[in-house]
């Protein structure tokens, strides 16, 4: 967990744009572009990592089938995901949002959706703010919250979301060893 400087952050941002430019330029297609909205100088621990990986396997699953590129990035900024899909970008940007409301993590996932053309699709509706749950514009502006109450917000909805996902991991390994044959329980290597 090391803090990383606004030139990185603006490096990175420079960098993800190209690659969104080498996808479009290569495949025609909407681009889902999917990176965690993390505050403050540190991006990256294991909750945020584990979070990012569980909203890139919801997708490669989701967009099965669909997927015409996928391009990851690890970075001290963050994990970054480009898919480029043959799905239309408002349904991508449906499916986005659906992600985003339905996981628990969702409110800190950023997932952007890029029309073939270029043109970015907006959200109908506004994020929330993590602290208060009013609309998250006005606070940022405003810096209502002040870092600490942010980061406090973000620590405690990762430590949920891992409990919740150690706690499925493990049910389903379990379910799964009961599952195996020819005998179950049985340990196979």
Same mark, same amino acid.
Request: aromatic fraction near 4%.
């Given at each position: 967990?090391?803090?990383?400087?606004?030139?990185?952050?603006?490096?990175?941002?420079?960098?993800?744009?190209?690659?969104?430019?080498?996808?479009?330029?290569?495949?025609?297609? &909407?681009?889902?572009?999917?990176?965690?909205? +993390?505050?403050?100088?540190?991006?990256?621990?294991?909750?945020?990592?584990?979070?990012?990986?569980?909203?890139?396997?919801?997708?490669?699953?989701?967009?099965?089938?669909?997927?015409?590129? $996928?391009?990851?990035?690890?970075?001290?900024? =963050?994990? %970054?995901?480009?898919?480029?899909?043959? +799905?239309?970008?408002?349904?991508?940007?449906?499916?986005?949002?659906?992600?985003?409301?339905?996981?628990?993590?969702?409110?800190?996932?950023?997932?952007?959706? +890029?029309?073939?053309?270029?043109? $970015?699709?907006?959200?109908?509706? &506004?994020?929330?703010?993590?602290?208060?749950? =009013? &609309?998250?514009?006005?606070?940022?502006?405003?810096?209502?919250? =002040?870092?600490?109450? +942010?980061?406090?917000?973000?620590?405690?909805?990762?430590?949920?979301?891992?409990?919740?996902?150690?706690? %499925?991991?493990?049910?389903?390994?379990?379910?799964? %060893?009961?599952?195996?044959?020819?005998? &179950?329980?049985?340990?196979?290597?």
């Amino acid at each position: 967990m090391r803090e990383i400087t606004l030139q990185e952050v603006l490096d990175a941002r420079e960098a993800r744009a190209a690659a969104q430019r080498r996808l479009l330029d290569r495949h025609r297609q &909407p681009l889902l572009c999917l990176t965690m909205n +993390i505050a403050g100088p540190v991006k990256r621990w294991g909750t945020v990592d584990l979070a990012f990986r569980a909203a890139e396997a919801e997708l490669d699953h989701r967009l099965a089938g669909h997927i015409k590129e $996928k391009a990851l990035t690890d970075a001290a900024t =963050g994990l %970054e995901g480009i898919w480029a899909c043959d +799905i239309p970008a408002p349904e991508l940007k449906e499916l986005a949002m659906e992600l985003e409301s339905r996981s628990p993590a969702g409110r800190l996932y950023d997932l952007d959706v +890029i029309s073939a053309d270029g043109g $970015k699709l907006s959200r109908p509706t &506004p994020r929330t703010c993590l602290v208060c749950g =009013g &609309p998250a514009a006005p606070c940022a502006r405003s810096r209502a919250h =002040g870092l600490d109450a +942010i980061l406090a917000a973000t620590h405690a909805l990762l430590d949920g979301f891992a409990a919740d996902y150690m706690a %499925e991991t493990a049910v389903r390994a379990l379910t799964d %060893e009961v599952d195996l044959t020819p005998k &179950p329980g049985l340990l196979v290597f």
